[in-house]
């Protein structure tokens, strides 16, 4: 019988250091294998002589316990790669979770401003202090890049080609990509950089608190919601909504959809098609253009 301790430990090791996961990534497959022993323990049967019922057998306890959807299929992947890591490493040759089958998740469809509306955003910053400039460029930014919010509080001077109007981004799993950004966001940015007080900070971002500092997430969200409330717009606007929007947009302007993922740093394209899903007045439209009986 495998040493579990040892097996998990060997397992995390493996999807750091072969997967390249997130940490939070990392953290929430070690707490489902970890579930996932124990049952198997209390069960009395080995991880290597478990079946397809045993699998499912936990799966329905982890859904009794008020698991969701969501959760259950970020478990139900935890396994898969944990047996894949067994079957790697000779310690089983069965792999019981080849066939199991997917729970139906909701479609939570996120929140995109129109044109209109991000024009009413962007244009309800119009003061010219320091403060004011810097909310007003990095939502110009936002909009023109589609970058998560951690991407955009993150950058330095070393990340930024002003010339040529264009990123380096090191998103998620560190995977390296170049955004470019438009005229608007480089005249705002110019704007910004002129009025900005020197930064106090060694890492030398280049947005920055009234005390010099880097800017956190916390106090950027707090700044665009005061900005928010202030437009009358009646949805929930949060930094991933420009996010959302900027894809949604270039959609709908007929850009190519893998030029989209490649922008937003998407792994898999079926990420970036929910922004297909928010686009259905477009759909008939190009339905009653193209088919011959539209």
Same mark, same amino acid.
């Given at each position: 019988?495998?040493?579990?301790? #040892?097996?998990?430990?060997?397992?995390?090791?493996?999807? %750091?250091?072969?997967?390249?996961?997130?940490?939070?990534?990392?953290?929430?497959?070690?707490?489902?294998?970890?579930?996932?022993?124990?049952?198997?323990? +209390?069960?009395? !049967? =080995?991880?290597?002589?478990?079946?397809?019922?045993?699998?499912?057998?936990?799966?329905?306890?982890?859904?009794?316990?008020?698991?969701?959807?969501?959760?259950?299929?970020?478990?139900?992947?935890?396994?898969?790669?944990?047996?894949?890591?067994?079957?790697?490493?000779?310690?089983?040759?069965?792999?019981?979770?080849?066939? @199991?089958?997917?729970?139906? *998740?909701?479609?939570?469809?996120?929140?995109?401003?129109?044109?209109?509306?991000?024009?009413?955003?962007?244009?309800?910053?119009?003061?010219?202090?320091?403060?004011?400039?810097?909310? #007003?460029?990095?939502?110009?930014?936002?909009?023109?890049?589609? @970058? $998560?919010?951690?991407?955009?509080?993150?950058?330095?001077?070393?990340?930024?080609?002003?010339?040529?109007?264009?990123?380096?981004?090191?998103?998620?799993?560190?995977?390296?990509?170049? !955004? =470019?950004?438009?005229?608007?966001? #480089?005249?705002?940015?110019?704007?910004?950089?002129?009025?900005? +007080? $020197?930064?106090?900070? !060694?890492?030398?971002?280049?947005?920055?608190?009234?005390?010099?500092?880097?800017?956190?997430?916390?106090?950027?969200?707090?700044?665009?919601?005061?900005?928010?409330?202030?437009?009358? %717009?009646?949805?929930? *606007?949060? =930094?991933?909504?420009? $996010?959302?929007?900027?894809?949604?947009?270039?959609?709908?302007?007929?850009?190519?959809? $893998?030029?989209?993922?490649?922008?937003?740093?998407?792994?898999?394209?079926?990420?970036?098609?929910?922004?297909?899903?928010?686009? +259905?007045?477009?759909?008939?439209?190009?339905? &009653? &253009?193209?088919?011959?009986?539209?």
């Amino acid at each position: 019988m495998m040493d579990y301790k #040892k097996t998990l430990n060997d397992f995390i090791f493996y999807i %750091i250091a072969e997967k390249g996961l997130l940490r939070n990534t990392v953290l929430a497959y070690k707490a489902d294998v970890l579930k996932f022993i124990n049952f198997a323990e +209390k069960k009395r !049967v =080995p991880l290597e002589s478990f079946e397809h019922n045993d699998i499912t057998d936990f799966l329905w306890e982890m859904k009794t316990k008020g698991l969701k959807p969501r959760s259950i299929f970020r478990v139900m992947e935890s396994l898969r790669q944990f047996y894949k890591f067994l079957n790697s490493e000779d310690l089983t040759e069965n792999n019981p979770t080849l066939y @199991l089958a997917a729970p139906r *998740i909701p479609e939570n469809l996120p929140d995109v401003l129109t044109f209109d509306e991000v024009d009413l955003l962007l244009n309800s910053v119009n003061d010219y202090d320091e403060v004011h400039v810097r909310n #007003k460029a990095m939502l110009e930014l936002l909009y023109a890049t589609g @970058l $998560r919010v951690s991407e955009l509080i993150n950058l330095k001077f070393s990340d930024i080609n002003l010339e040529d109007c264009f990123l380096r981004i090191i998103g998620k799993g560190s995977k390296e990509r170049l !955004v =470019p950004f438009g005229n608007k966001a #480089k005249i705002f940015i110019d704007i910004y950089l002129k009025k900005r +007080k $020197r930064c106090l900070s !060694v890492d030398d971002h280049i947005f920055i608190s009234r005390l010099g500092k880097k800017l956190s997430r916390i106090e950027f969200w707090r700044q665009l919601k005061n900005i928010a409330k202030n437009t009358g %717009i009646n949805k929930n *606007i949060t =930094p991933h909504t420009l $996010r959302h929007s900027f894809a949604t947009h270039l959609l709908k302007g007929g850009a190519d959809i $893998r030029f989209v993922q490649e922008m937003l740093g998407h792994v898999s394209i079926t990420t970036t098609q929910i922004y297909t899903h928010l686009d +259905k007045d477009r759909i008939v439209q190009q339905h &009653k &253009k193209f088919h011959p009986r539209g």
